[in-house]
């Protein structure tokens, strides 16, 4: 049975963007397209703003002015940012609770998403839906779901509805390494195979589902093979490396607009805080936190890249640093400013 | 101007904690990200951060503090360059008391009555022998404990769920059951709830005795297939060969500010099903003596859990095998005037409204349902043949809720002894909004108790 599960079908063309290291063992990084200096100051802003982002939320939770459960995403930024770059105007989103990056990338307004966390009318979702339940038409972002797995199913009709109409999009459908042991995982897989729906399913392997390891909770690890079964193709991909995500995109979003059917990317990486604002993390050492922070931390090399290009300097990136905390400090400003939705909202959205 | 650290609201339902320890002493330099202090509450120790960069100033919380109330300023924080006189006046701003906490519940809006306060006073339970020592327990501790006896009592009980064992559970309700039981008997699963619902009733088919915990019960509804079409059928359409001992159980309700898909009460949901046994607790008694009896139970039994009742205590009887009956309700508090029914957190509705009601003349009955299915009806009845009035309380939604049934079985029986209509008090039919404001709102109170008892009282 394993042997089946071994090297996967379809096509698997040696791009350059083919990467099968992983975050934690990163010596034998393969050659990865460089990125331009455009690319790579985009690249830099845009995860900034998430971590930048993230941390004034986990503050404002702190204060109380966020309540419920609030999941982070830093240490995750280069998955989404990657994704971002290389993905087409009208392909959508969709993700579980872990969804403030995701909605920073697809562009929508960090006042907008935090002013849903604080649960004001200015939100997203009107303050209704809060810090896992948010949603852009507009922005293609199909939400903020907080049922682990429920959003796979979802992505996957995203892409049916796709080539129903035959406009050419593409559904990214995120989820975490705890949800790839979902039941519905595997039957959207083989619909999506079967049907051959232009999705990629982008599993965040970021080691832990909560406080279980994938090793604890998966009978095998290699999560990008979770479609052999059906055919589907899959990789891994350093999740840390922003390049590595955008080259890996690129394949994998051509190939399902080519109407190959579905592809599978395993993103590695790693989330710095707890699960939740509540988890106290008893379940990794702080070493291993450490040592991720310091050595891989997706932020940091697109850093130092610029440095030791010398496509920027030091003041340059402070200077980047300055505007991306004056986006956030405001969206934060307006966020608290804003007033609660109005009673009358109680009643309504429930039916048309 | 220092910045002023304060405590922070670590968990969504987290009001006060202990500050446990300061990792760092007055005059320490700080950078942001570094660990400043660890605070403990009923479910964790967690730890403190720092946002910002400066010298830590002042610790004003000392080390040790019990019952420090979330925004409470702990230290200050000087900026670079400040030195120590900057503190001063912003420390006694610090120190001024905090501005009161609203009331949860509207004040009733009528001028207080006329009739003179009545006595309101919790009635005993009759399936405590009188002279029984108690021990203050939490709901948590309670619902451990009754794993933990009965697990020892039978080698066929198991626990199976996830984060229940290495984790201790995400609520800290399996605490310690995986180093006395080992991982053979306190099972951690993927999330895979269809999957492991489904091979847990396999398990009791074939004779074995699982605790199935769901996180919380808004994760059952992966799984409601095999609960329902499997377990609560198979006794049946086995003509009585086989059934599912089993007991399915976690958090059910609203917790908060977790928002729709996270706050959901499915007591009405599992009480529609034949087959099924539905205990939905209230106290930490309550809480043991029906988990232990759900787990001897031979069929499978639904056992609904609330967050925010986890950290509660109460008087929990000091006894080697503490076992209360399913289908059985307890009145709670004696009274003449009119019949408060209610269970689970609707109780905390109920028993404030009570002694709100107690001081303006109105004496309240309360019954604690304990039990949805069976029903105990018969109990209600003779309260309502007492009172002639009823109200339910509950938190789920209002259409085809209990209450619903509740009402409907008391028009058909006790419609005579009736001198008001019966009116319940529910959330709002409306999934759970986020905002605080809308929250409160969806959610039931008090006042809206004390309301209803007026309405069907009569009193102005
Ligand atoms: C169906 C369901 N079961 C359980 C939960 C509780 N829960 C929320 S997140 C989570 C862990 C998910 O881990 P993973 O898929 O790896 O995503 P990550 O949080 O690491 O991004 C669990 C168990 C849930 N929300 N939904
Ligand atoms: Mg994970």
Same mark, same amino acid.
């Given at each position: 049975?394993?042997?089946?599960?071994?090297?996967?079908?379809?096509?698997?063309?040696?791009?350059?963007?083919?990467?099968?290291?992983?975050?934690?063992?990163?010596?034998?990084?393969?050659?990865?397209?460089?990125?331009?200096?455009?690319?790579?100051?985009?690249?830099?802003?845009?995860?900034?703003?998430i971590?930048?982002?993230e941390?004034?939320?986990?503050?404002?939770?702190?204060?109380?002015?966020?309540?419920?459960f609030c999941h982070l995403y830093i240490g995750q930024e280069a998955v989404v940012i990657g994704m971002q770059?290389?993905k087409?105007?009208?392909d959508q989103m969709i993700t579980g609770y872990r969804d403030h990056g995701h909605m920073l990338a697809m562009g929508l307004?960090?006042?907008?998403v935090?002013?849903e966390?604080?649960?004001?009318?200015?939100?997203l979702s009107?303050?209704?839906g809060g810090s896992m339940h948010m949603f852009s038409?507009?922005k293609d972002f199909y939400g903020g779901h907080g049922i682990v797995g429920a959003q796979v199913s979802l992505g996957t009709g995203l892409a049916?509805?796709?080539?129903?109409?035959?406009?050419?999009?593409v559904s990214m459908t995120f989820f975490g390494d705890g949800a790839t042991?979902q039941?519905q995982v595997?039957?959207s897989?083989?619909?999506?195979?079967?049907?051959?729906?232009?999705v990629v399913f982008v599993i965040e392997n970021n080691?832990?589902g909560?406080?279980?390891?994938?090793?604890?909770?998966?009978?095998?690890?290699?999560?990008?093979?979770?479609?052999?079964?059906?055919?589907?193709?899959?990789?891994?991909?350093?999740g840390?490396?922003?390049?590595?995500v955008?080259?890996?995109s690129?394949?994998?979003?051509?190939?399902?607009?080519?109407?190959?059917?579905?592809?599978i990317l395993e993103m590695?990486t790693?989330r710095?805080?707890?699960h939740s604002?509540?988890?106290?993390?008893?379940?990794?050492?702080?070493?291993?936190?450490?040592?991720?922070?310091?050595?891989?931390?997706?932020?940091?090399?697109?850093?130092?890249?610029?440095?030791?290009?010398?496509?920027?300097?030091?003041?340059?990136?402070?200077?980047?640093?300055?505007?991306?905390?004056?986006?956030?400090?405001?969206?934060?400003?307006?966020?608290?400013?804003?007033?609660?939705?109005?009673?009358?909202?109680?009643?309504?959205?429930?039916?048309? | 101007?220092?910045?002023?650290?304060?405590?922070?609201?670590?968990?969504?339902?987290?009001?006060?904690?202990?500050?446990?320890?300061?990792?760092?002493?007055?005059?320490?330099?700080?950078?942001?990200?570094?660990?400043?202090?660890?605070?403990?509450?009923?479910?964790?120790?967690?730890?403190?951060?720092?946002?910002?960069?400066?010298?830590?100033?002042?610790?004003?919380?000392?080390?040790?503090?019990?019952?420090?109330?979330?925004?409470?300023?702990?230290?200050?924080?000087?900026?670079?360059?400040?030195?120590?006189?900057?503190?001063?006046?912003?420390?006694?701003?610090?120190?001024?008391?905090?501005?009161?906490?609203?009331?949860?519940?509207?004040?009733?809006?009528?001028?207080?009555?006329?009739?003179?306060?009545?006595?309101?006073?919790?009635?005993?339970?009759?399936?405590?022998?009188?002279?029984?020592?108690?021990?203050?327990?939490?709901?948590?501790?309670?619902?451990?404990?009754?794993?933990?006896?009965?697990?020892?009592?039978?080698?066929?009980?198991?626990?199976?769920?996830?984060?229940?064992?290495?984790?201790?559970?995400?609520?800290?309700?399996?605490?310690?059951?995986?180093?006395?039981?080992?991982?053979?008997?306190?099972?951690?699963?993927?999330i895979?709830?269809?999957?492991?619902?489904?091979?847990?009733?396999?398990?009791?088919?074939?004779?074995?005795?699982?605790?199935?915990?769901?996180?919380?019960?808004?994760?059952?509804?992966?799984?409601?297939?095999?609960?329902?079409?499997?377990?609560?059928?198979?006794?049946?359409?086995?003509?009585?060969?086989?059934?599912?001992?089993?007991?399915?159980?976690?958090?059910?309700?609203?917790?908060?500010?977790?928002g729709?898909q996270?706050?959901?009460?499915?007591?009405?949901?599992?009480?529609?099903?034949?087959?099924?046994?539905?205990?939905?607790?209230?106290?930490?008694?309550?809480?043991?003596?029906?988990?232990?009896?759900?787990?001897?139970?031979?069929?499978?039994?639904?056992?609904?859990?609330?967050?925010?009742?986890?950290?509660?205590?109460?008087?929990?009887?000091?006894?080697?095998?503490?076992?209360?009956?399913?289908?059985?309700?307890?009145?709670?508090? +004696?009274?003449?005037? #009119?019949?408060? =029914? @209610?269970?689970? &957190? /609707?109780?905390?509705?109920?028993?404030? %409204?009570? !002694?709100? $009601?107690?001081?303006?003349?109105?004496?309240?009955?309360?019954?604690?349902?304990?039990?949805?299915?069976?029903?105990?009806?018969?109990?209600?009845?003779?309260?309502?043949?007492?009172?002639?009035?009823?109200?339910?309380?509950? +938190?789920?939604?209002? #259409?085809?809720? =209990? @209450?619903?049934? &509740? /009402?409907?079985?008391?028009?058909?029986? %006790?419609? !005579?002894? $009736?001198?008001?209509?019966?009116?319940?008090?529910?959330?709002?039919?409306?999934?759970?909004?986020?905002?605080?404001?809308?929250?409160?709102?969806?959610?039931?109170?008090?006042?809206?108790?004390?309301?209803?008892?007026?309405?069907?009282?009569?009193?102005?």
């Open positions: 049975m394993a042997a089946t599960a071994r090297k996967t079908t379809g096509t698997r063309s040696k791009s350059a963007g083919r990467s099968r290291s992983s975050a934690s063992k990163s010596k034998a990084a393969p050659s990865i397209a460089d990125f331009s200096k455009e690319e790579e100051l985009e690249a830099y802003r845009e995860m900034l703003l971590r930048r982002f941390e004034k939320a986990g503050q404002l939770y702190g204060m109380g002015l966020i309540g419920g770059l290389a087409k105007d009208g307004d960090p006042k907008g935090m002013a966390l604080t649960g004001r009318r200015g939100g009107k303050g209704k038409k507009e049916f509805a796709n080539r129903y109409r035959e406009d050419g999009r042991n039941g595997y039957e897989f083989n619909m999506a195979q079967l049907w051959k729906l232009p080691k832990y909560m406080g279980t390891s994938v090793e604890r909770a998966s009978a095998t690890t290699d999560l990008s093979h979770r479609g052999a079964s059906f055919g589907i193709p899959g990789e891994q991909v350093d840390m490396d922003v390049r590595a955008k080259a890996a690129e394949k994998a979003l051509e190939h399902c607009r080519s109407g190959k059917g579905p592809y590695i790693y710095y805080r707890g604002m509540s988890d106290p993390a008893k379940y990794r050492s702080k070493d291993e936190v450490q040592k991720m922070r310091t050595e891989r931390d997706p932020i940091e090399q697109v850093r130092n890249r610029l440095i030791e290009k010398k496509w920027a300097s030091e003041d340059e990136l402070k200077e980047i640093d300055k505007k991306v905390r004056e986006v956030v400090n405001e969206a934060a400003e307006f966020a608290q400013n804003d007033p609660e939705p109005d009673p009358s909202e109680l009643y309504t959205d429930i039916l048309l | 101007m220092p910045i002023e650290i304060l405590m922070p609201a670590l968990s969504p339902t987290m009001e006060e904690g202990k500050l446990a320890k300061w990792v760092k002493s007055e005059g320490d330099s700080v950078t942001a990200g570094d660990v400043i202090a660890e605070i403990e509450t009923d479910k964790a120790t967690m730890e403190v951060e720092a946002v910002d960069e400066g010298t830590l100033g002042k610790i004003l919380v000392a080390e040790g503090t019990d019952n420090v109330k979330v925004n409470t300023p702990i230290a200050m924080l000087l900026a670079d360059g400040e030195d120590a006189s900057a503190l001063e006046g912003a420390a006694a701003k610090a120190e001024a008391p905090a501005a009161p906490e609203p009331t949860e519940a509207p004040a009733p809006s009528a001028a207080p009555a006329p009739a003179a306060p009545v006595a309101s006073k919790p009635a005993a339970d009759p399936d405590i022998p009188a002279g029984t020592s108690m021990v203050s327990t939490t709901v948590r501790e309670a619902l451990r404990d009754a794993m933990a006896e009965e697990m020892r009592r039978d080698e066929n009980v198991y626990l199976m769920g996830e984060e229940v064992a290495e984790y201790q559970g995400a609520y800290k309700i399996s605490q310690g059951l995986l180093e006395e039981f080992g991982p053979k008997r306190v099972v951690d699963t993927p895979t709830e269809h999957g492991f619902t489904g091979l847990a009733v396999g398990a009791a088919m074939a004779g074995l005795r699982p605790i199935v915990e769901f996180m919380t019960f808004n994760f059952a509804m992966q799984a409601i297939d095999q609960i329902i079409n499997s377990a609560a059928k198979t006794l049946y359409m086995s003509g009585g060969q086989m059934g599912a001992p089993m007991v399915f159980r976690g958090a059910n309700g609203a917790a908060a500010r977790v729709a996270h706050s959901q009460d499915y007591a009405a949901w599992y009480a529609h099903v034949p087959g099924l046994k539905v205990v939905q607790p209230y106290s930490a008694a309550d809480a043991k003596g029906l988990l232990k009896a759900a787990i001897r139970d031979p069929n499978p039994v639904i056992f609904l859990e609330n967050e925010i009742l986890y950290g509660h205590s109460f008087e929990v009887p000091d006894m080697e095998d503490f076992v209360l009956p399913i289908g059985k309700a307890k009145i709670e508090r +004696e009274g003449s005037d #009119v019949t408060i =029914v @209610s269970w689970g &957190i /609707g109780m905390t509705y109920a028993v404030k %409204a009570a !002694d709100e $009601l107690a001081g303006m003349g109105i004496s309240a009955e309360i019954v604690n349902m304990r039990s949805i299915r069976p029903l105990d009806i018969d109990t209600v009845i003779e309260s309502v043949k007492k009172t002639g009035r009823l109200v339910t309380v509950e +938190e789920a939604f209002p #259409v085809c809720s =209990v @209450s619903s049934e &509740i /009402g409907f079985q008391v028009q058909e029986r %006790a419609f !005579d002894w $009736l001198d008001a209509p019966v009116l319940r008090v529910t959330g709002k039919d409306v999934p759970m909004p986020y905002a605080a404001n809308l929250e409160k709102l969806a959610l039931p109170n008090v006042g809206e108790v004390i309301d209803a008892v007026k309405a069907v009282t009569y009193t102005s």
